[in-house]
């Protein structure tokens, strides 16, 4: 069993910053890339930023610039960093990880979600 745990979202004033984690436990074998999605009620998930193992990252145009993605040296825990918070950056945050768990295939797994809400 594997879990991701996020944790970190809220509201937030137009111009400010949160920090949201998200943190794999459970049997892991070993994990690859780690990254940030968002999903607007109505529209597709998207991804808003990806680091692998080695630490490549990447960004979508609209947050490139804004937020910063990271992880602890254990690689078990994926940070984004949020600042210059806009409204359109409102919606649920989902993390997601490459895991082998059992067995020698490597699967996606996702978390529950976090909300940030950037509102006056």
């Known amino acids: 069993q594997v879990q991701l745990v996020e944790s970190g979202g809220g509201l937030v004033q137009p111009g400010g910053s949160l920090r949201l984690s998200c943190a794999a436990s459970g049997t892991i074998f070993s994990i690859g890339a780690m990254g940030w999605y968002r999903q607007a009620p109505g529209k597709q998930r998207e991804l808003v930023a990806r680091i692998t193992s080695g630490g490549r990252t990447n960004y979508a145009d609209s947050v490139k610039g804004r937020f910063t993605i990271s992880r602890d040296n254990a690689l078990t825990t994926v940070y984004l960093q949020m600042n210059s918070l806009k409204p359109e950056d409102t919606t649920v945050y989902y993390c997601?990880?490459?895991?082998?768990?059992?067995?020698?295939?490597?699967?996606?797994?996702w978390g529950q979600g976090t909300q940030v809400t950037v509102s006056s």
């Open positions: 997601n990880a490459d895991i082998v768990s059992g067995g020698s295939m490597w699967n996606t797994y």
